[in-house]
């Protein structure tokens, strides 16, 4: 379980293909704490690491992982947004983050609005119920707070807005992203079940 809060933002060192996808990622952690079989979220991601060393870990992607990501995510010098897994008894200073990516957005633009970025996304529509103005998702594992949402009448996709302020600009990947780029998206784990307490509701009315 995690919050959405990235601790580091880590390097892919190396990418090496095997059964699965071997990704060793550079990283400001001591990793002297981190345990093999842990988990790590990397840009949204819950991984286990498999070996480390000094400032350094290795994780493997499945196949299926590689399918449901950002298509260039796996690449070596990628940036990635870290966060290991969350203690019994640590404050939850996001939301509650599961690490398991629900879809694939498109970054539409990046523009400034004071000293923050207000970033729009496009997201396939069978998202958009978990959508909400003012409800949480979490992008490249960056737990943030949905500004609008707008269904399209065409391309079968929803737009979505969030503003980034300037802190979280410099803590995540997120201050970089230009359009085009891909990210991952974890719907807000209450929405889930809310919707499926509505579709439900709805069969037996």
């Not at 449901?68 to 640590?90: F, I, P, S, Y």
């Not at 391309?155 to 780029?181: C, D, K, M, W, Y």
């Not at 807000?188 to 809310?194: G, K, M, P, S």
Request: net charge negative; aromatic share 4%.
């Amino acid at each position: 379980m995690f919050t959405g809060i990235v601790s580091d933002i880590g390097t892919i060192a190396s990418v090496e293909t095997r059964g699965d996808t071997r990704i060793v990622v550079d990283t400001a952690y001591d990793t002297g704490s981190v345990d093999l079989g842990a988990s790590i979220a990397c840009s949204g991601v819950c991984l286990t690491v498999v070996d480390k060393g000094p400032n350094w870990f290795a994780v493997d992607v499945s196949g299926e992982t590689i399918s449901r990501t950002a298509g260039d995510q796996w690449t070596q010098g990628r940036k990635l947004n870290l966060e290991r897994a969350m203690k019994l008894g640590e404050e939850l200073g996001g939301h509650i983050v599961t690490g398991h990516v629900d879809g694939v957005a498109e970054v539409l633009g990046v523009d400034p609005d004071g000293d923050s970025l207000r970033i729009g996304f496009a997201v396939p529509a069978e998202i958009a119920p978990f959508l909400a103005p003012k409800g949480s998702i979490t992008v490249d594992g960056v737990s943030l707070t949905v500004n609008t949402v707008e269904d399209q009448d065409v391309g079968n996709v929803t737009h979505f807005s969030v503003n980034i302020i300037p802190h979280t600009q410099g803590a995540t990947t997120l201050g970089a992203l230009t359009a085009g780029q891909s990210v991952n998206i974890e719907i807000d784990v209450l929405a889930r079940y809310l919707q499926r307490m509505e579709h439900y509701r709805a069969k037996i009315g």
